[in-house]
């Protein structure tokens, strides 16, 4: 499996912008770019993922470098409750191995009031 | 979306002892899976629960030791047998509706499991 490597944390203050990078030098034509967030006490929640063109949804945008070799997690105003470790994961789309999530140690995001 | 339910939410056990985790689906998925989050770390997968069939278990995990059944596509369970403390840790079920990297994963609040 293609490797990620994030910060292992970053702290943010109330209401400002959050950027989480994330490093994936080893990534394939087929690997999507997957994004969950482990709130404490609870399981993970899907976040965002995405191919080549950057992303948008309701919780945050997803940048994507045009190598591909990296990419960036967006929290436009974050607030206490983004507060979380947030996983950037590669999976393969073509197989039923990348049906499975191989977590790596993410970046503890901690937001400041 | 998909909502999960685990059984029980927590459980103090001794060391020697057995614990079957249930995790029970609101609706029909294709994969189900079972992670263990030690304290302060990441998740880890043990074996994806395959319906009808043994699961697939992940490098240093074996089916003795984390025997996994799945009768149907919303029930699975997992049992943590002959338990030791190093066992101590969350076990959370984990479904997708598709087979390959393109689906959402859902998981489940977990199951805190400590072993004394």
């Known amino acids: 499996d293609a490797k990620t490597t994030q910060p292992n944390s970053m702290e943010s203050n109330e209401e400002e912008p959050v950027h989480l990078p994330c490093n994936h030098s080893?990534?394939?034509?087929?690997?999507?770019i997957h994004w969950y967030r482990q709130l404490p006490s609870q399981g993970p929640e899907y976040v965002i993922h995405?191919?080549?063109s950057n992303v948008n949804n309701r919780m945050a945008s997803l940048a994507i470098a045009e190598d591909r070799k990296s990419s960036t997690l967006i929290l436009h105003r974050a607030t206490l409750r983004d507060a979380a470790v947030y996983y950037c994961?590669?999976?393969?789309?073509?197989?039923?191995?990348?049906?499975?999530?191989?977590f790596g140690e993410g970046t503890q995001l901690t937001v400041n009031p | 979306s998909a909502v999960i339910s685990q059984k029980p939410s927590r459980d103090i056990c001794q060391r020697g002892t057995s614990l079957t985790i249930q995790c029970q689906v609101d609706?029909?998925?294709?994969?189900m899976f079972w992670y263990r989050q030690q304290p302060g770390q990441s998740l880890t997968l043990i074996a994806t629960a395959n319906q009808g069939s043994e699961a697939t278990y992940e490098s240093g995990f074996v089916i003795d030791k984390f025997p996994i059944s799945r009768p149907n596509l919303t029930f699975s369970t997992l049992t943590v047998s002959n338990m030791s403390p190093e066992d101590s840790s969350i076990y959370l079920c984990s479904v997708a509706r598709g087979g390959t990297g393109l689906y959402e994963q859902y998981f489940g609040p977990g199951t805190r499991l400590t072993v004394t």
């Open positions: 994961i590669l999976r393969d789309v073509g197989e039923t191995s990348g049906s499975r999530l191989t």
């Open positions: 609706s029909q998925v294709t994969m």
């Open positions: 995405g191919l080549t």
């Open positions: 080893t990534i394939s034509g087929t690997d999507y």
